[in-house]
């Protein structure tokens, strides 16, 4: 078994492990109380602080342990929010933000508030100029991921962070899937974690707010943790969370190189390996573990099922995964293509192995799906004789639409149009990904009696 | 060591870590990924929600889980208010809830609804009329606690609930103090539970929602736990909580039995041993493992460092702990006397032996404080010839303003009248208890150039 799921969540590092147990015995009682089980988790919890403080590059007053980074976020931009209530109701993310922000930004549109949403390049990286635009007078936040959970795209903080703090707003970073591998860039005034991601048990957040950024707690809050995070503390996992922060951070150089190079490895193989990939997210500035490619005519789920079959757990953001109809909103903002994503992302001590093993057994999992559905051949279709060709995939669902299109474009003339006929959300983001990958124009599209009508010109 | 705080944490139960180190390997992976590993992880988490619901007395589908006591009542009373948003916006609690459902209260009156607080009889017990009365029509809730966390005092839930149910207001219950021992009373629409009150580890909390109560989730949201608590679940510590529950309920009909003989021994030993104390709380409605009583003249962090350093672990609700100067909510509900407050409440598995022991240690603590604050003599004073008696206590803090009364009042003839001006909070509430406890009439308080001043008639 191979678990390439690592953005998702990373099996239990042994620190954590051996300081959760430790504590279960030392840690278990009411840190708030003066009688000695008290002051003994009382001090377990204060150097946890310590030592996360210190991981994030933060003072420790500035640290509070939430319940999971996606809570961590939650109160980190209603905070920030209500604590800028008076400059304004104007939030600004990126569009590849992780769920808990877009919920967050969503949560308070609903309330009457502004969000604007930053597009991001074809790599999923923003850019400080786009930050820079979107930023105005009753700006009272705006957030940033460090980098993108989907493809692995890392961000340019430090550039929009000094966007951001010419205008003095305050930053909010999502540091979840970077903070494993090292302190995010200076800059950020809230900032956000989550132990699961490096090796922590589940259950840990972190939320750090500086000194000077006014914030104001969104709900019932009491007296633990600064007033900003309400209920008894996790102690054990705490200190568990902090430990193995330690311990990833003093692998995390070597570990990087390391994975970089297997990463490396499935971003120029794959394309060879399997016909019709497109390799997304940026090659250089990226997450040393994370690698995503999206396969045309194949429908996402099914090559999970092949690969999960074949001993590889791997995650993808196409649509029909994890009882979802839409594709992942972050291949979406990036105009690429959504059918058949795959997103490996491998854990810490991934042996060299799994990954050559992971190469052989992809190919033969995608042509599998691919013929089960009935796809045309690689690059299919010579020259052709049909015109104003009208493909009907009403009621089918990704990838299908693709396939049919692929399947008669053979048939059509250079300069030919076709008419692709689909209700499927994600036909919007694959029919134009597919001429882009074969060169062909995207005419736009049309409305439709039902779904909408995507315009495609043969242009070769 | 003994550990007497129970009603605050309990010592993780063996079954809890056995689960933990279980589910450790087993139950990391996310529970919403459709691999194995995260398909292992849903079996673990469904079987929990499972057993805690069979615990709870409720639909599997019923009950999610939280990460703490305090939150699953936030979002309880938060949800249960929202979702009944258009019949008002008026919260019915008992006087004496945990600081969770007061917390939650106050957030609700800063936000322009309003809130009754059901006073309680001097036991601690509300009464379902009191609850009658409180209810209006524009009710959106009503909270009331299966069982006091302070004085052990068991709610009339039953009652309460009928009330509430005839009037079509739903009865949130935060059971926190009681699911140990058994399921809550039928009647309840939403209920709360915290996971290490029972031997479970921290980090979990019980949130149930019977079918049919209108709820709307408060904050922002994702596709977890029914849409009703948003971020990554804490799985192994929600195998160890669902594990441990089952566990301590096999065992609970015995342990009651068992406590509630050492809690009775403390309830009627501690008068005799010790004088000028009051047991507070119902002598016959209680929880098993809980007593609570007050010695006169005593500061209750004084006597709790002395008990620490004869090796009891124990909780006050006297001003003056845990860094807070207004004495227990509960207490000044009730009407009795605070000063000197101690709550024992044993965890189960207590030896009798750990019991007797407190009992021979305590009257040694109460004296050691009571001689190091100059306190009179036990039922000190005789007829005496002062009049008009003036005793000034400014500035000075719980339990000294009752001490210096009562060194004075052997002087007060009878029918005379002492005047005691004090700024301290906790003054309000013990110098009536005082007067209780010894047979005098309290003549009520009358503003002063500082603080108040409290008058105090000899009648023996």
């Keep these: 078994m191979s678990y390439f799921d690592a953005a998702s969540a990373v099996p239990l590092h042994p620190v954590a492990r051996q300081a959760l147990l430790a504590s279960l015995d030392e840690g278990w009682a009411d840190p708030a109380r003066l009688y000695r089980e008290g002051r003994r988790a009382r001090l377990l919890l204060d150097a946890a602080r310590e030592a996360a403080a210190e991981a994030v590059g933060c003072r420790a007053d500035e640290l509070v342990f939430t319940a999971s980074g996606t809570q961590a976020v939650h109160l980190g931009v209603a905070g920030a929010l209500a604590g800028r209530r008076r400059t304004g109701r104007h939030l600004v993310v990126s569009a590849v933000e992780h769920s808990s922000v877009l919920h967050s930004a969503q949560r308070l549109e609903d309330g009457g508030g502004t969000v604007t949403r930053v597009p991001v390049l074809r790599t999923g990286a923003v850019t400080a100029a786009a930050y820079g635009e979107a930023l105005r007078e009753d700006t009272a936040l705006a957030c940033l991921q460090s980098a993108n959970h989907e493809v692995g795209t890392v961000q340019p903080v430090a550039e929009v962070a000094g966007v951001c703090g010419a205008a003095g707003v305050p930053l909010l970073v999502d540091a979840a899937q970077s903070l494993a591998w090292g302190p995010v860039e200076d800059g950020w005034s809230v900032l956000t ?9 589940s259950g840990v957040g972190l939320l750090a707010v500086r000194k000077g950024v006014r914030f104001a707690p969104p ?17 054990p996992a705490i200190v568990a969370a902090a430990a ?3 311990a990833v951070r003093a692998e995390a150089a070597g570990e990087a190189l390391r994975l970089r190079e297997l990463t490396e490895r499935i971003r120029a193989r794959v394309p060879v390996l399997v016909p019709d990939v497109e390799v997304v997210g940026d090659p250089e500035r990226r997450l040393p573990g994370v690698v995503t490619f999206s396969c045309l005519y194949v429908d996402g789920e099914s090559l999970l099922h092949e690969l999960d079959r074949a001993g590889f757990s791997v995650s993808s953001g196409s649509s ?4 979802t109809l839409t594709p992942s909103h972050v291949l979406k903002a990036m105009g690429v293509l959504s059918e058949g994503n795959v997103r490996v992302s491998l854990p810490p001590g991934t042996p060299e192995a799994e990954v050559e093993r992971f190469l052989e057994v992809l190919p033969g999992a995608v042509a599998g ?4 559905l009935g796809a045309p051949p690689s690059a299919a279709g010579g020259p052709g004789s049909g015109e104003g060709v009208v493909v009907d995939a009403l009621g089918k669902r990704c ?16 300069g030919g149009l076709v008419r692709v ?3 499927d959300e994600a036909a919007r983001l694959d029919i134009p990904a597919w001429c882009e990958m074969r060169g062909q124009e995207y005419a736009g599209e049309e409305p439709a009696d039902q779904g909408a009508a995507y315009l495609v010109r043969r242009l070769s």
Excluded: M, Q, Y
């Design 244 to 246: 193995s922060l330690r």
């Design 320 to 323: 029909c995964t994890s009882g």
């Design 193 to 201: 974690g989550s132990a699961h991601k490096w090796g922590g048990p």
């Design 219 to 235: 709900g019932p809050v009491d007296e633990r943790e600064s007033g900003r995070v309400a209920g008894f503390e996790n102690l």
């Design 399 to 414: 990838p299908v639409p693709v396939i049919e299109l692929a399947k008669v474009f053979g048939d059509v003339p250079v």
């Design 421 to 423: 006929l689909s209700d």
């Design 369 to 372: 799906v691919r013929e089960k």
